[in-house]
């Protein structure tokens, strides 16, 4: 009877045990009872009542991501395609997540290829490839909104993938390869224009500079001319100035020695020696002078009568 007893205690302990559920963090599970649903359970420690209370669903609150194959789709310009979407959604209300839709990833992906398709038939084959933010801003609330009675959040949609048909793919390679092919020759057109008004510049600057040049040396020649005639006129009045000088000595030791009549005649004579010399051609001679010319042929008949005697 006591080994019954043990035994029973055993399975009831065991019972308990395995009726205790502990909840991981980020994750959360929905407990149902008799079938209807009976809580959420969050992260902690949780006790289930045996044979009544069962966990019908174990999920995680993680955000997730879904990359659903490419789908086709057709533009407004009748141009089909294939577009590769990815998707990042997190379950935001696990009751609703559990009871809300059947098979939710199937509802999601078919939710997105319509909602790609009605989006994309709006737009042009250029647009589409232009507006890939446009697209994803749209699609992303359209499915947040459309997944809402399921406990879904939809956090980013993201295009993947955008793949034309290969001749479309072609035209716009020859297309790109046009415009990358004109981008270069007008930057090109560009360098050589900048290059020949760098060169003009350059040829102006050496020209101007030239002609500065060729001033300061007009100006520094010019300078050396006029500081040369001035050195030269300051050497000449200096020249004169001594001249005078001289002159002016010699009558002051003149007029100190005291000189006869006949030294005075002599000395006038030799003046207008000088003064034959040159350059004139007439000669102005004083009275006072012509009275001198008898006293000087007097003394050359003595000098010669001298010389005679001798």
Request: one cysteine or more; aromatic letters at 4%.
């Amino acid at each position: 009877m006591q080994a019954i007893i043990i035994g029973i205690v055993i399975v009831v302990f065991l019972m308990l045990v395995s009726n205790i559920k502990v909840v991981p963090q980020a994750r959360a599970c929905i407990v149902e009872r008799l079938g209807a649903y009976n809580a959420t359970w969050k992260t902690g420690v949780h006790v289930k009542i045996p044979f009544i209370d069962r966990v019908a669903k174990n999920m995680s609150l993680k955000e997730q991501v879904l990359d659903f194959p490419p789908q086709p789709v057709i533009t407004s310009d009748n141009v089909h395609m294939q577009i590769d979407t990815v998707i990042y959604y997190q379950i935001a209300d696990p009751k609703l997540y559990t009871y809300g839709v059947e098979s939710p990833m199937i509802a999601i992906e078919n939710l997105t290829a319509t909602t790609l398709r009605n989006i994309i038939g709006d737009l042009e084959l250029d647009q589409t490839l232009t507006s890939r933010d446009i697209i994803n801003t749209k699609m992303r609330a359209i499915l947040d909104e459309a997944t809402d009675p399921w406990g879904i959040k939809i956090n980013r949609v993201e295009l993947k993938n955008i793949m034309p048909p290969k001749d479309i793919q072609e035209a716009m390679e020859k297309q790109m390869r046009a415009e990358r092919e004109r981008r270069e020759k007008i930057l090109q057109a560009e360098g050589e224009k900048k290059s020949a008004i760098l060169i003009a510049e350059g040829n102006k600057e050496s020209i101007i500079l030239a002609a500065e040049a060729e001033k300061q040396s007009a100006i520094l020649k010019a300078e050396a001319i006029k500081e040369a005639k001035i050195r030269e006129a300051e050497g000449e009045a200096e020249a004169i100035v001594k001249v005078q000088t001289a002159v002016a000595e010699g009558i002051r030791l003149v007029n100190e020695s005291s000189p006869s009549n006949q030294v005075i005649a002599l000395k006038s004579l030799e003046a207008l020696k000088e003064l034959a010399d040159g350059e004139a051609n007439k000669l102005i001679i004083p009275s006072d002078i012509q009275g001198l010319a008898t006293v000087a042929a007097t003394l050359k008949a003595a000098a010669d009568g001298m010389e005679k005697n001798n």
